[in-house]
Nanobody, 121 residues
Framework: QVQLVESGGGLVQPGGSLRLSCAAS????????MSWYRQAPGKERELVAL????????YYADSVKGRFTISRDNAKNTVDLQMNSLKPEDTAVYYC??????????????WGQGTQVTVSS
């Protein structure tokens, strides 16, 4: 079955760094767009960063540009999110997402269970 397992979350002080990792299995990782979302209490889930299947470009939310870096390793079926200069407003549950495109332009989205990131002094 499809599995997306996030790890690396935790408690960090403002200005600190964390590296999140998502291990994927059960689908063709190399042809899927991968992304990280986050959801803070009382807020809607938002897209943080995205990396396409060919690793040719990336997308970042304005709020994290210059601080976060998304990367993928197709040999390991993993996607990482390096988070630097963390701010309290980065506190959220972070989710790994995969989008697999199928015939008929059908797109199937898979989600991990999430990992908590708390930025606090």
């Amino acid at each position: 079955q499809v599995q997306l397992v996030e790890s690396g979350g935790g408690l960090v002080q403002p200005g600190g760094s964390l590296r999140l990792s998502c291990a994927a299995s059960g689908f063709t990782f190399s042809s899927s767009a991968m992304s990280w979302y986050r959801q803070a209490p009382g807020k809607e889930r938002e897209l943080v960063a995205l990396i396409p299947s060919d690793d040719s470009s990336t997308y970042y939310a304005d709020s994290v540009k210059g601080r976060f870096t998304i990367s993928r390793d197709n040999a390991k079926n993993t996607v990482d999110l390096q988070m630097n200069s963390l701010k309290p407003e980065d506190t959220a549950v972070y989710y790994c997402n995969a989008v697999q495109r199928r015939r008929g332009n059908v797109r199937v989205s898979y989600w991990g269970q999430g990992t908590q990131v708390t930025v606090s002094s």
